[in-house]
């Protein structure tokens, strides 16, 4: 006989947990302290949203669900802006919450929230365990569903009490829901049609999102996209799933992206969408793209598909089965008038950037970060004008870019480089801006604590920088609640923290720095000085 908090922990080994992200309190203190007794390691965030965030990292690293742990009221609801990340950007991650005794349900006890039902939008599915021998059953539950089909952020909430019954344990071998049987297998008719109209169309173009990365199918992409030699664009979160620098790759769509990628978009004649939304912050006009174009949508979600944009040819299957299938049978589009075309656009698009004094480029200097950094480095982009600045000018090797999608939330980059550090990644670069720097500096502590070797890079320029510039550009330059005054020396607090730090003004100071940041052995904080007056694009 164990109790349900040791059974809880037997869960987490028997799925291979090997770190969870995490801050104690009194109703999850049980579970706590069996925790104390197994070789999973526990890292303690300094506010329970970066915990999420953590977890979020690693989840998009490793492909699988990763496990983030607060006690009830404050610290549960302190989670939920990060259980919507996940949610909006479909990342796999069970959410373990402490609860008040089962006595108190309902009474307004100290420190009482109702997480379950605060967090229902944002969950794929949320449990709130009052049998304890159903512990077992419902953590085997948690991860099958967390982690299939479309993936997405499972709660598990357990009342303190429950936490300390003692059960026989026994963890089921498999797990049957018969009310949740994702489809993986496209539709064998629409792949048929699908193939068909790529071979008839003039001018195809394939989109790829997020959901090549959720789906594993990153190679399953390459082989469709080299074998139909068909022009390729992405979204914000498709971004390095075919390479940078790959000379098919025209870049990232939509309102901040470039224009040979938003050309393409509206003069192609087939679109081919990969795990993608088709959102408004990619595709502005979806009914002029519907008026002249045939639409292939393939989703593991069927509720995503036409949402946005209409689908001619919908196919509802994991992109990992459907692109398999397909990269065998496509027909070649290679050596196309299209394809030279795009190529012509891109090469005649100049860069228009304004260099000011004492301060350096951030689009040159990202450009020159992705010249030296590992050819499998992480980049992790916080919200702001540098996730764009980092989207249209990193350009991605064999590594990963990471940023928060569908929520767009500020604070997300350091919190998610520690986890994607922690889940295996080589090199590991946060970059964020310093209004975004002030709402995760606390995690600074974190790093430190477990000598956590990322990389982060501040674009400071005493501004909230995006909304300064909407208000400059929408409403008449009134610029207003956007200066960060009374903002801390950020590489002089680093270094409070005992981590390497540097600040630089200019660009011939850059490549220097660069190369100190790439070569420390620990963590290390590089900031940037950005002119206020600086542009997204």
């Not at 399953?220 to 074998?227: M, N, T």
């Amino acid at each position: 006989m164990i109790t349900v908090a040791q059974a809880m922990v037997r869960c987490l080994e028997e799925e291979k947990i090997s770190v969870v992200f995490g801050y104690p309190g009194a109703a999850i203190c049980p579970f706590y302290d069996a925790l104390s007794n197994s070789s999973i390691r526990h890292v303690l965030v300094r506010q329970e949203q970066n915990a999420g965030h953590a977890a979020n990292g690693y989840a998009r690293i490793t492909g699988k669900p990763a496990v983030c742990v607060a006690t009830s009221g404050p610290g549960a609801l302190n989670l939920i802006t990060a259980i919507a990340t996940a949610y909006m950007d479909s990342i796999p991650m069970v959410i373990i919450t402490g609860q008040v005794s089962s006595e108190q349900l309902g009474s307004d006890a100290f420190q009482e929230a109702d997480i379950t039902g605060a967090a229902e939008p944002f969950t794929k599915y949320s449990y709130i365990v009052k049998d304890p021998n159903q512990i077992a059953r419902v953590f085997k539950e948690a991860f099958y569903l967390a982690g299939t089909g479309r993936p997405g952020p499972v709660l598990i909430d357990i009342p303190m009490d429950v936490q300390n019954v003692k059960i026989r344990f026994q963890y089921p071998k498999e797990i049957q829901m018969r009310s949740y049987k994702p489809n993986v297998n496209g539709h064998p008719g629409q792949v048929k049609r699908a193939l068909t109209a790529i071979k008839n169309a003039h001018k195809p173009l394939i989109c790829a999102g997020g959901g090549i990365f959720v789906s594993n199918a990153q190679k399953e992409f390459l082989d469709f996209a080299k074998a139909s030699c068909i022009p390729v664009v992405s979204t914000m979160m498709g971004i390095g799933a075919l390479p940078g620098e790959d000379p098919m790759y025209f870049g990232m769509l939509g309102m901040h992206g470039v224009k040979e990628a938003n050309i393409a978009l509206h003069e192609a004649d087939l679109l081919i969408l990969l795990g993608a939304r088709a959102a408004d912050r990619a595709v502005r006009s979806p009914k002029k793209v519907n008026e002249s174009t045939k639409v292939i949508h393939i989703d593991i979600d069927p509720a995503e598909i036409g949402k946005n944009l209409d689908a001619d040819i919908p196919i509802v299957g994991d992109l990992k089965n459907v692109l398999g299938e397909m990269a065998a049978k496509v027909a070649s589009h290679e050596g196309s008038e299209w394809t030279q075309y795009l190529c012509e656009i891109r090469n005649e698009r100049k860069l228009k950037e304004k260099y000011y004094e004492g301060y350096l480029n951030p689009k040159a200097f990202i450009r020159l970060l992705s010249q030296k950094a590992s050819e499998r480095a992480v980049l992790v982009a916080d919200v702001g004008q540098n996730q764009i600045w980092a989207a249209n000018h990193f350009k991605v090797k064999n590594g990963r870019f990471l940023t928060s999608g569908g929520m767009g939330t500020m604070g997300y980059s350091i919190p998610a480089a520690v986890g994607a550090k922690l889940a295996g990644a080589s090199e590991v670069i946060s970059i964020c801006g310093d209004g975004s720097f002030q709402m995760q500096m606390m995690e600074l502590g974190t790093i430190k604590q477990n000598e956590i070797p990322v990389k982060m890079i501040v674009m400071t320029n005493n501004r909230l920088g995006m909304v300064r510039e909407l208000q400059t550009n929408f409403y008449a330059g009134n610029e207003t609640a956007v200066f960060l005054d009374g903002s801390p020396d950020i590489a002089a607090l680093a270094g409070t923290y005992g981590i390497r730090s540097r600040k630089i003004h200019s660009m011939e100071e850059a490549s220097g720095a660069i190369d100190e940041m790439l070569k420390a052995d620990g963590p290390y904080l590089l900031e940037c000085m950005v002119s206020p007056d600086e542009s997204t694009l």
